[in-house]
């Protein structure tokens, strides 16, 4: 195992169209973060998983967008009916709770939404 | 609500020079975690130091070291004999060290140009 994953790496849609991202933590890990990384700001917690559930959500993520890690694996982020705001590198970190605190992103998933 | 605020948007320094990047942060809770994470351009963030509230000690990494001020609520980092690969965004962080919510707290960051 390698790392973090993230698929796609880079993502171009359609206002009002849907998009899902996909992020592969690292083995065994069973807390999965969500951040969004915009242009010349720091990343933004969106939500996190402890294994497939999903414990806190933040006032950013609106109800267009949903997430879920099914079997505490991997997890998928969706945007409904995207917005030019939605504009932003999404980023996916993963770590494991109980043995250190340090969180391992993956190189994010940048979104351009025309 | 924490904070974290990098007052710096952009630092160059020379190479094999020593450079302080700077951060401040806002909480009400006496242990947390602060963190230090370097983004290089078009790759993925990685951790460069951490240090606890509740050690005086102030975390130390090879080239990369903090100077952890508790009740000034700074946290600064040094880099010394720097290096081309050294140039990237850095990331002041924090994270509660108890509870439930494990997610980071990021300031807006500090773009690092070296010189040769």
């Known amino acids: 195992d390698t790392g973090v994953s993230q698929d796609p790496r880079h993502k171009i849609t359609k206002r009002g169209q849907n998009v899902t991202f996909r992020c592969d933590p690292i083995?065994?890990?069973?807390?999965l973060y969500w951040y969004r990384q915009t242009l010349g700001q720091g990343p933004e917690f969106l939500t996190y998983?402890?294994?497939?559930?999903?414990?806190?959500k933040s006032r950013l993520l609106s109800d267009r967008f949903s997430a879920e890690r099914p079997k505490g694996s991997f997890s998928t982020l969706e945007i409904q009916r995207t917005e030019q705001g939605d504009s932003a590198m999404y980023l996916c970190?993963?770590?494991?709770?109980?043995?250190?605190?340090?969180?391992?992103f993956g190189p994010g998933t940048r979104l351009t939404v025309l | 609500a924490q904070t974290v605020t990098q007052s710096q948007p952009e630092m160059s320094v020379q190479e094999a020079e020593t450079v302080t990047l700077s951060c401040t942060y806002d909480?009400?809770?006496?242990?947390?975690?602060l963190f230090w994470y370097k983004q290089p351009p078009s790759r993925q963030m990685i951790l460069v130091i951490r240090?606890?509230?509740?050690?005086?000690q102030n975390a130390t990494e090879n080239r990369f070291s903090v100077n952890f001020q508790k009740a000034a609520k700074s946290f600064s980092l040094k880099i010394s004999d720097s290096q081309l690969g050294d140039a990237a965004m850095y990331f002041c962080?924090?994270?509660?060290?108890?509870?439930?919510?494990?997610?980071?707290?990021f300031g807006k960051g500090t773009k690092l140009s070296v010189k040769p």
């Open positions: 240090q606890e509230a509740y050690k005086q």
């Open positions: 962080a924090y994270r509660r060290m108890w509870g439930s919510q494990g997610n980071l707290i």
């Open positions: 909480t009400s809770e006496s242990d947390y975690y």
């Open positions: 970190a993963s770590s494991l709770e109980g043995l250190g605190v340090e969180q391992f």
């Open positions: 998983f402890q294994n497939e559930a999903q414990l806190e």
């Open positions: 083995s065994e890990h069973n807390r």
